[in-house]
């Protein structure tokens, strides 16, 4: 049997475009806008919401995902009081690329720096994909929180401990 040298084996290896993390800006608010009604339909964010956090960089994380040169993808966080995951949304057809986790690794790294201890969310109790990737990620489940969402419909709470008692990062 012929092997193959490491150049060859190489070239026949099919590579994924580059993904890039960065902070959002306006000028990324209609692809954002696409991506939040695809992902939400009539539960979907209205523009004003995502200019609200675009205006509140010391207490919002805002970060996009990009390929190829566009936005794919994005995830808002709230640092208040306590960390919380607000919004995650990932093209429809890009997903299960790994969007969402690279996207919530970079949330988490800031929340950290930031020097919040947790993070927490709610989602939806039949959004399936989103919670096997939150358990993915190291959340737990809390507890339900019923009438969470404007149709009546239940969500899960959910948290992450991103330092450990020790001061260490989980």
Not at 101 to 124: D, H, I, N, Q, T
Request: proline share 4%; charged share 25%.
């Amino acid at each position: 049997m012929r092997r193959l040298s490491s150049c060859a084996s190489a070239r026949s290896r099919v590579t994924r475009p580059v993904l890039s993390i960065r902070r959002a800006h306006r000028d990324d608010l209609p692809v954002i806008l696409q991506i939040e009604k695809k992902s939400f339909g009539s539960d979907a964010w209205s523009a004003e919401a995502f200019l609200d956090y675009l205006a509140m960089p010391t207490t919002s994380i805002f970060v996009v995902a990009i390929r190829e040169g566009k936005v794919i993808g994005y995830a808002l966080a709230f640092c208040g009081k306590h960390a919380e995951l607000d919004s995650l949304a990932v093209m429809p057809a890009l997903r299960g690329q790994g969007t969402a986790e690279a996207l919530m690794k970079r949330v988490f790294r800031s929340v950290v720096r930031r020097g919040y201890p947790a993070m927490g969310l709610c989602v939806r109790l039949e959004n399936s994909g989103a919670i096997q990737l939150y358990r993915k990620l190291g959340f737990v489940r809390e507890r339900r929180i019923n009438d969470y969402y404007e149709d009546g419909g239940p969500a899960w709470r959910m948290r992450k401990h991103l330092i450990a008692p020790s001061g260490f990062a989980a």
